[in-house]
């Protein structure tokens, strides 16, 4: 089982830039970035596979928005820079235990069974 927190979320100006942390307690082998906005879909932001450490982004984030990781490993980071208001969601880590087969869709919330509670994050013009 895993449990996720995540954290770092705030307010901030358009073209500013926050660091969002999600400690995770037990083994995952993906990692993902979502968001939702109030009256939105949940959105796909980006991914990072534990044994290869690829990562994937979105193209509403890439090139703004990096994933890394830390804390020996197991904790990942999203630093979001050059932020824009349409940034403003929840956002929330997500991650699967089990090794994605041939097909798994890394952007897909189904492919992830472990979620955090999310942390808020607005972006003011």
């Known amino acids: 089982q895993v449990q996720l927190v995540e954290s770092g979320g705030g307010l901030v100006q358009v073209g500013g830039s926050l660091r969002l942390s999600c400690v995770a307690s037990?083994?995952?082998?993906?990692m993902g970035w979502f968001r939702q906005a109030p009256g939105k879909e949940r959105e796909y932001v980006g991914s990072?596979?534990?044994?290869?450490?690829?990562?994937e982004y979105s193209d509403s984030v890439k090139g703004r928005f990096v994933i890394s990781r830390g804390g020996a490993g197991n904790n990942v980071f999203l630093q979001m820079n050059s932020l824009k208001a349409e940034d403003t969601a929840v956002y929330h880590c997500?991650?699967?235990?089990?090794?994605?087969?041939?097909?798994?869709?890394?952007?897909?919330?189904?492919?992830?069974?472990?979620w955090g509670q999310g942390t808020q994050v607005t972006v003011s013009s």
């Open positions: 037990g083994s995952w082998y993906a």
């Open positions: 997500a991650a699967s235990e089990r090794v994605f087969i041939v097909g798994t869709d890394p952007s897909s919330a189904r492919s992830y069974r472990y």
């Open positions: 990072i596979r534990g044994r290869t450490n690829v990562i």
